[in-house]
């Protein structure tokens, strides 16, 4: 069955550190990958979206991935973390066709402190 | 950008009534989504919709939960009898191509008291 983990359910850094949220699915094939951030009682929005090809995607924001095949992973980072940051960030995969599911890992609550 | 709009933001209702939850998705958009946010984290996959038709539902879209979209109008969510457990965060999503990114609504907060 597919899956993703995200194993942080809270990460607090500080304002201008590197950022990193981790990332493990479990899918069948190579699944479409995706971050998506949700800010403060609204919908998910999305960061970025990995398919195929270059294994680091850029995102908005500065956000940026990493695919690995063979740690079954996809790490969202920033550089410089901002306050406005602070959000909960959920990681999502999904098939090849068009009808398939996408699933997303439990989300990550990131915390900005100044 | 394209926007997702669910009508109502927040529904309240007694236990065992029913409830017809609102998604006017992107206008272009072929595919649309149900998933449920519990305790404002865990996203949970409810259904998916194409062509008409259920495409794939997860072990949460009880018996009592329907979807349709008449005519291109709204996709709607329906559960009757509404249970204490449905209290939740609904979202609704639509996506051009299935497995393109998803467009998300600001979601229902449905209580059932």
């Known amino acids: 069955a597919q899956s993703v983990t995200q194993p942080d359910a809270r990460v607090t850094v500080s304002e201008g550190a590197s950022l990193q949220l981790r990332c493990k699915y479990s899918?069948?094939?190579?699944?479409?990958l995706f971050w998506y951030v949700q800010y403060q009682r609204q919908g998910l929005q999305l960061l970025l979206k990995y398919y195929s090809g270059d294994p680091v995607v850029q995102g908005v924001n500065g956000f940026e991935a990493e695919f690995s095949k063979s740690d079954s992973s996809f790490h969202l980072r920033k550089a410089s973390v901002h306050w406005s940051d602070s959000a909960v960030y959920f990681c999502a995969a999904g098939g090849s066709s068009n009808t398939d599911k996408v699933v997303f890992g439990t989300g990550t609550r990131l915390q900005v402190s100044p | 950008g394209p926007k997702v709009l669910q009508i109502p933001s927040h529904q309240i209702i007694d236990m065992g009534q029913m409830v017809t939850l609102n998604c006017d998705p992107v206008s272009n958009h072929l595919y649309f989504y149900w998933y449920k946010q519990i305790l404002g984290q865990q996203m949970e996959f409810l259904v998916n919709?194409?062509?008409?038709?259920?495409?794939?539902k997860s072990k949460l879209f009880k018996d009592q939960f329907s979807v349709e979209r008449p005519d291109g109008s709204y996709f709607t969510l329906k559960i009757q009898p509404t249970a204490l457990e449905d209290s939740a965060v609904y979202f609704c999503?639509?996506?051009?191509?299935?497995?393109?990114?998803?467009?998300f609504g600001h979601g229902t907060k449905l209580s059932v008291l």
């Open positions: 899918y069948s094939g190579t699944p479409y």
């Open positions: 999503a639509s996506s051009p191509q299935g497995n393109e990114r998803l467009f």
């Open positions: 919709f194409y062509n008409g038709k259920v495409m794939e």
